[in-house]
Structures are given as C-alpha cells and as structure tokens.
C-alpha cells in the first residue's frame, strides 16, 4: 500500500521557519521522483521544489534562496527546509511522486 505522510506544518510568524517530513512507504524510494507541491486558497497548484536526477534541485522562483529539498534513503523520507517564511507561503504543502501518488498534505501558516 503506497503511503506518503507529511508532517510539520503549522502556525509561524514571518520570518520563522519550518521543515516539512514526507515518510514514504508502499514503493521503492527515490528522492528524485519527489517534489514539493503548494496550493494556497484560489490559486493554482504550484510546484515549490524538487531534486532532478544527478542531484541539482528545482526550485519556483518564489522560494529560491529560502527554501531546501533533500531526500534520506535510508529513511525513504523528503525534506523541505522552508526559512524566511512570508505570509504568501501560506498554502497547504503536498509531497507528491512522480507516479501520481500524493501525501494528504500539510497546512502552514505564515502569519503574525
């Protein structure tokens, strides 16, 4: 049964910080076939980040500079080290697989 369950969202003031976990399970892992999605209240679903094959990272321009991905094999897990937080990274973050699986998501809130 493929599972992808996230965990470290929550309530932050600007400038705070957060790092999300994705436990994966149910397939064989790789981090780079996960990516980081974010969908705030009426917008579009966007793609935050993720690590493309060879090791370089994608990352929306949006949070270059403020936000990490990293994956551990060993824990089958993926990372979002988000710093600098701003109340426009307010949204609920999914980690998702390139098969089409998603995690339930995540809710973080940026606000003061």
């Known amino acids: 049964q493929v599972q992808l369950v996230e965990s470290g969202g929550g309530l932050v003031q600007p400038g705070g910080s957060l790092r999300l976990s994705c436990v994966t399970s149910?397939?064989?892992?790789?981090?780079?076939?996960m990516s980081w999605v974010r969908q705030a209240p009426g917008k579009q679903r966007e793609l935050v980040a993720r690590?493309?094959?060879?090791?370089?990272?994608y990352y929306a321009d949006s949070v270059k500079g403020r936000f990490t991905i990293s994956g551990d094999n060993a824990k089958n897990t993926v990372y979002l080290q988000m710093n600098s937080l701003k109340p426009e990274d307010t949204a609920v973050y999914y980690c998702?697989?390139?098969?089409?699986?998603w995690g339930q998501g995540t809710q973080v809130t940026v606000s003061s």
């Open positions: 149910g397939f064989t892992f790789s981090p780079y076939a």
């Open positions: 998702t697989h390139v098969n089409g699986y």
């Open positions: 690590i493309i094959s060879g090791g370089s990272t």
